[in-house]
């Protein structure tokens, strides 16, 4: 199957996802942060985990992900399986993040920015805080991006998989998440995947 073309409609769609997650995710950390109720999900070890600032770069492949699953998607089918999708992740995520708020309460604080990595952490910490950490929507997104790809274009699921483990890796290594964050978030999306998949196939 060839990529398609995409129209307005898919377009709008793409859109209307995006302002779902920004104008969902930050209300919500905002809201969080002020109640001031939170849980940490850590065990201790996890703490001795050093901070490397050069994996900000990995943190930041889930829009990469993200981005190329929409390009290579082959048809307007497999488009409305991967906006549901992605629908179904963040609703979930958001009222997981209501209902349970976790906080990461080892993330350092960047003070000054010595290097390029330094100064991207520091700017991508400045729009995220501490809150809305499990499960991991970063770690959530390339993975159902990978489910996708398994799916619908297996020629590219190896490099999705690989995506996917560098971005879970690096949410743990920029201490923007627990494991426990990254592991939940990508149950969530292989369990939407696997459901959405059992409920075409028996329609």
Known sequence: MENYKKGWTE???TLGLVVYFVFGYLPIADWNAARGIYHVVGVPWEERIPFLAPFILGYSLVYG???LIYWIIPSRDVFKKMA???FWV???HYVLFVLFPVKMIWRPEIIEANNFFDWL???IFSLDNTYNCFPSLHVAYPTLAAVLAWRFVPKHRWLFISLTLLTAVSV???KQHYIADAMA???VSILI???SHRNQAAK
């Open 65 to 67: 992900s993200v981005f």
């Open 172 to 174: 743990v290594l920029v």
């Open 185 to 187: 978030g990508a149950v």
């Open 90 to 92: 963040t609703t979930v």
């Open 193 to 195: 995947g696997v459901l």
């Open 84 to 86: 549901w999708g992605f």
């Open 11 to 13: 377009r709008l769609i």
């Open 121 to 123: 952490a520091r700017f």
